[in-house]
């Protein structure tokens, strides 16, 4: 399959609390958006990368990507109000393109992988295996078991949910195209916190891929030590 990449990286951060986006937000020398970046664009199966960038942080990413070399095109599109609007624009420009090599004759099977640019550490591992079983099924996503015990507020206090069967949803989250595409198309302003939710509305089955839980979203600036952490131990 040929995977185009969408990466959500509109976002303003304010729980991160720093002025700019967090992405520009500097681990182990390179800016956070540039280390998702850079886990997806030596891949073989990669064929483009879409980010989804507010208006106010342009210029910063023009020179950002200016100033590095990537193996595929890395093409940006204005981001919306919230995730699922910055995805839409995203992946309308990603249509775009699928119906242009169409028309040339060079379609194959496009898979569409949607990636919080705000993920720095995914795995390869774990890539591969998501992308495998979404062109097998048409719609995967990487999650972990869920480790500790859930709680859920209720009106008197608390009560336990099983946490067995239970995952927290990570990204990359990938569809066929037609499967993601015919999502968004009937789910027109409908909140969703992730893209497989507007999938599971279409009764498509999104498949369960176990991630390694180090592919953690940078959200708190104490996230960012955790993540360098991380980075150190793989290196040793
Ligand atoms: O804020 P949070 O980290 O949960 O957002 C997840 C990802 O979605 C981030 O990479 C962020 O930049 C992106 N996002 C976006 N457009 C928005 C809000 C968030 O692209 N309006």
Redesign the pocket.
């Known amino acids: 399959a040929s995977v185009s990449v969408i990466?959500?990286?509109?976002?303003?951060?304010q729980?991160f609390g720093s002025q700019s986006?967090k992405?520009f937000a500097v681990l182990d020398g390179k800016p956070l958006w540039q280390h998702a970046v850079d886990r997806f664009q030596h891949r073989g199966d990669v064929r483009q990368i879409v980010l989804?960038i507010?208006e106010e942080d342009d210029s910063t990413f023009r020179e950002q990507i200016a100033a590095i070399s990537s193996a595929v095109p890395i093409h940006l599109v204005r981001?919306?109000?919230?995730?699922s609007?910055?995805?839409r624009a995203a992946l309308d420009q990603v249509q775009k393109f699928a119906a242009e090599s169409a028309s040339n004759g060079t379609a194959t099977k496009t898979l569409v992988a949607i990636h919080?640019?705000?993920r720095p550490l995914v795995r390869q591992v774990d890539l591969d295996r998501v992308f495998a079983k979404a062109a097998e099924t048409g719609a995967a996503i990487l999650a972990a078991p869920v480790s500790g015990t859930l709680k859920r507020a209720t009106s008197h206090g608390s009560d336990t949910v099983d946490r067995r069967h239970t995952y927290v949803a990570l990204t990359p989250q990938v569809f066929a195209i037609d499967v993601i595409c015919q999502a968004y198309a009937r789910d027109r302003g409908r909140m969703a916190t992730d893209d497989a939710q507007l999938v599971e509305r279409t009764s498509h089955p999104v498949q369960l891929v176990t991630g390694s839980a180090d592919n953690l979203?940078?959200?708190f600036p104490e996230d960012l030590r955790i993540a360098e952490a991380i980075l150190n131990e793989c290196r040793s």
Not at 79 to 83: K, L, P
Request: hydrophobic residues 40%; aromatic residues 0%.
């Open positions: 990466m959500p990286a509109a976002g303003s951060g729980r986006n992405l989804a507010s981001g919306g109000a919230t995730r609007e910055s995805v919080d640019a705000a979203k940078i959200t």
